[in-house]
């Protein structure tokens, strides 16, 4: 059980699931295209990201700078780390080598690479390592766009797959910048622990007070692409905008309201839960706005 915590199991079955929501949600619902992956070889590479993320947790959780006793030595931590994250990318390699394009697999290795450089030094330092974590969040959806659309690019299909990568651009921004609000309420969360270990973070340098402002004031960022998406793609599709606005929209301004006045731990990550929350809601929603589409075509 101690090392289902310690690659934080939780978060690993969010991403997973949001990658398949992607796939068997969207990109396998269009008619105008085949996706380079089917559903087996998209399994695989989902399984890819998971893996390289878990090595990434466990390093997180095992090595570096003022962690508590968690079980394990840091050998073993070390040695569990190579063996996931070597799969991880093994498995990465298969599907760049299937869809023809081998050197794919410099996006896996680069990724093991970022996460264990961030987990071993740059989480000490301020901002960066904030920048990094929502990156490797928001990754995987780019990821989605380059293994399933990329090798099949042809003069003809260019433009709806151009604007199928560009939908998926937009949901890895917005994930991005939620992402990155979910990493300074996790610094406000450990905020004594972090002080205690010598670790540098907003919280630390500017105060509680003053990043529980500037984290509300960011909170502005997500809210604003959601009023331009949901204005410029979804105004006419009801059901869509609906679901956007009770499942994205009410619980972020939520989270403003109750990050406005969190005070303790407990508070800061029930505030944690529920931007996780409006992540797996962000996924879901690509589904969703792609039944609605089709619903209405058929009405």
């Known amino acids: 059980m101690k090392i289902l915590k310690l690659i934080n199991l939780p978060d690993l079955l969010l991403l997973a699931f949001a990658m398949l929501v992607f796939y068997f949600g969207f990109l396998d619902r269009q008619q105008a295209i085949m996706p380079a992956l089917n559903g087996w070889q998209y399994a695989i590479l989902t399984l890819s990201c998971v893996l390289i993320a878990a ?20 050998a073993q931590g ?5 063996a996931l994250t ?13 869809v023809g394009k081998p050197m794919f697999v410099g996006i896996f290795g680069v990724a093991a690479a ?3 450089i961030y987990a071993t030094s740059l989480k000490q330092t301020l901002l960066i390592s904030n920048i990094i974590v929502a990156l490797s ?15 099949i690019l042809t003069p003809d299909n ?15 921004i917005f994930t991005f910048t ?21 670790i540098t973070t907003l919280p630390i340098v500017m105060g509680k007070d003053r990043t529980i402002k500037a984290v509300c004031g960011f909170t502005i960022v997500p809210l604003a692409m959601l009023a331009y998406y949901g204005n410029t793609y979804i105004i006419d599709l009801l ?30 990550k029930h505030l944690e839960v529920v931007l996780k929350l409006v992540l797996l809601f962000t996924a879901i929603s690509m589904a969703v706005i792609t039944f609605n589409i089709k619903y209405n075509a058929q009405g």
């Open 78 to 82: 070390y040695n569990l780390y190579i």
């Open 86 to 98: 070597l799969i991880g990318v093994g498995l990465g390699y298969y599907i760049a080598n299937f």
């Open 137 to 151: 969040i928001a990754l995987p959806v780019v990821a989605i766009g380059i293994f399933n659309l990329y090798p």
């Open 178 to 198: 939620v992402s990155l609000l979910l990493t300074f309420v996790n610094d406000l969360a450990n905020t004594d622990s972090d002080y205690n270990s010598g």
């Open 239 to 268: 059901w869509a905008l609906g679901y956007g606005l009770l499942f994205i929209v009410g619980p972020m301004i939520y989270f403003i309201i109750k990050m406005w006045s969190a005070k303790t731990q407990k508070d800061f």
């Open 114 to 116: 970022t996460i264990y």
């Open 158 to 172: 260019q433009p709806i797959l151009a604007t199928l990568f560009s939908l998926l651009l937009d949901y890895a």
């Open 55 to 74: 090595g990434g947790f466990l390093m997180n959780n095992v090595a570096g700078i003022g962690r508590p006793d968690t079980g394990l030595t840091e």
